[in-house]
């Protein structure tokens, strides 16, 4: 939670807004130290913006010391709550989040955790086994995708699972309008235009999207794509490959984390947003898409197809397949999906509340 940032953050935020707005006493904790700076990818793990009216968080837990996680969990048990919930998303937290579970389960707490992903994208020795230390000392599960709900019955965890759909992420502001945002990023106002959002990894298959590029320019000179995002992965890898295929006037590169007060100019210039994924359990840019009402063209991975489905909220394509990639995405502008997709997303996006999510919370009180 703040001061760090991103789509957890986010989450997190949210979901403790929703608990208090629902009368619950609940208090929000949050890392001293995150990860280690040597194993940060990034530039920075802290958002600069204002707090404004995001909740505070107690900073607390240190990733990396375990004297630090007994005096966590002793602080926290003293507050005497009935239920503490986590959200996983890496191994690499689990040594910190299974050593505080199993002190406060001993204290009477029951423990619940969110799950984003049970076992990692980019997969590692141990993994599995950091996974189950944690994951087995807590009384119960959400996910957001029934890959997660597998992921886990690999692990062997043990108590109830419940799965909701990951809700919209509506904490963004309003879209403007189509000439508005495309004017703040100088982008030619009637071109087809494409947006691949958020923290690059591998995994997330830019380079799929890139290869498919060439293909997409041939059919529709006029094309652009806007990649906007913190690179977590070899930056200049991505640019040779924009090089080499000559696209550097067909291809806006925001390397960087976008702030949140810029998310509505990306998803608002954009016809419609494009996740290639090579794995994925979901995804919140899933979400803020259909916040923005904004049609995806994704990838038959994971939990992604369990969101969008295919020919009515956008299109799914095979993963690992830049051909198919290129078709859909001429295919989407041939024949003017955009408006049939944009109405589907909007009556669809009133299934991705936040109340699924927080009746889940509540069956563990």
């Known amino acids: 939670m703040y001061p760090y940032r991103g789509g957890i953050a986010h989450f997190l935020e949210t979901m403790f807004s929703g608990l208090k707005d629902r009368g619950h006493e609940v208090s929000a904790w949050t890392f001293t130290r995150q990860y280690p700076t040597l194993l940060f990818p990034g530039k920075t ?32 048990g003293d507050m005497q709550p009935d239920v503490v919930i986590f959200k996983y998303w890496m191994p690499f937290l689990a040594p910190a989040f299974g050593t505080v579970a199993r002190r406060l389960r001993g204290r009477g707490c029951r423990v619940v955790v969110v799950v984003d992903n049970a076992i990692p994208h980019e997969r590692h020795l141990g993994d599995a086994m950091l996974g189950r230390y944690f994951l087995r000392a807590t009384d119960g599960c959400i996910v957001m995708s029934e890959a997660v709900r597998t992921d886990l019955r690999t692990l062997g965890t043990k108590g109830p699972v419940h799965m909701v759909p990951h809700p919209v992420y ?9 000439q508005q945002a495309r ?11 494409l947006l691949f959002f958020g923290l690059i990894r591998r995994y997330k298959g830019l380079h799929v999207l890139l290869d498919a590029m060439p293909r997409i320019v041939a059919a529709m000179p006029e094309a652009r794509l806007i990649i906007a995002g ?21 291809v806006r590169f925001d390397a960087r984390y976008i702030p949140d007060a810029e998310v509505p100019a990306y998803f608002s210039a ?9 794995t994925a359990t979901q995804s919140g840019v899933a979400q803020i898409a259909f916040n923005f009402e904004v049609p995806l063209i994704i ?21 690992e397949a830049p051909q198919a990639l290129a078709d859909a995405v001429m295919r989407f502008f041939r024949e003017d999906l955009g ?21 889940a919370v509540e069956l563990f009180l």
Do not use: M
């Open 270 to 278: 954009c016809d419609v947003v494009v996740q290639p994924y090579v």
């Open 230 to 250: 913190e690179c977590y992965d070899d930056e200049q890898r991505y640019r040779d490959q924009i090089r080499r295929h000559g696209l550097e006037h067909h």
């Open 170 to 178: 509506d904490l963004f502001g309003e879209a403007l309008s189509r």
């Open 299 to 319: 990838t038959d991975v994971g939990g992604l197809a369990e969101v969008v489905r295919h020919d009515e909220d956008g299109l799914v394509v095979p993963p």
């Open 183 to 193: 004017s703040t990023l100088q982008l030619p106002p009637k071109a087809p235009v």
């Open 45 to 76: 793990q802290l958002d600069t913006a204002p707090q404004g009216k995001r909740p505070s968080a107690h900073r607390i837990l240190d990733s990396i010391n375990p004297l630090n996680w007994l005096r966590a969990a002793r602080t926290i």
């Open 339 to 359: 408006e049939r997709f944009t109405t589907s997303v909007k009556e669809r996006k009133r299934s991705f509340g936040w109340s699924p999510l927080l009746d």
